[in-house]
């Protein structure tokens, strides 16, 4: 089945720790933007979802588009249904997020100071049990694929 494309995208303030802004991204379709300064290690934004079990979230796993977080091995958070925004933000193979898992929650932290304007992007970090998929980060550090391992 895999996830719905979300068409039209929108941030949750609620869950937003700072300004952010979506807009057309170079990495992929929408992205989220830095709409102040961030400074390093802070929260960011909180990515939320319809929770789901193993069988729904293998389920929903199957397509081109995903929204899916697992929380732990039998929790994912399908961020295409109540996501706070954080579910579009794109892959990049030298992020500066980082997503951390604390009481159930998925919070994304910023790993450097981000300047007003920057595009937010996070490692994925897909299993070696997902396909791959072609990387467009732009990064000098790009494997060229998102889910490739790295040796």
């Known amino acids: 089945m895999g996830t719905d494309l979300v068409k039209a995208p929108k941030l949750n303030p609620d869950c937003a720790c700072f300004k952010l ?28 979802g319809k929770r789901l079990n193993r069988k729904e979230a293998k389920y929903r796993g199957d397509g ?15 961020g295409a249904v109540g996501g706070s925004g954080a579910e579009i933000i794109n892959h990049s193979c030298d992020p500066n997020l980082v997503s951390r ?30 396909r791959t998929f072609p990387c467009s980060c732009g990064a000098a550090k790009c494997g060229g694929a998102i889910g490739k391992v790295k040796a």
């Open 21 to 48: 802004l979506i807009r057309r991204s170079k990495i992929h379709r929408y992205g989220v933007f830095a709409g102040q300064r961030i400074p390093a290690n802070r929260k960011v934004i909180e990515y939320t």
């Open 64 to 78: 081109d588009y995903t929204y899916l977080f697992a929380v732990d091995s039998y929790w994912t958070l399908d």
């Open 101 to 130: 898992v604390m009481k159930g929650h998925v919070l994304y932290m910023s790993l450097r100071v981000i300047k007003p304007g920057e595009e937010l992007t996070v490692n994925y970090n897909f299993g070696k049990d997902v």
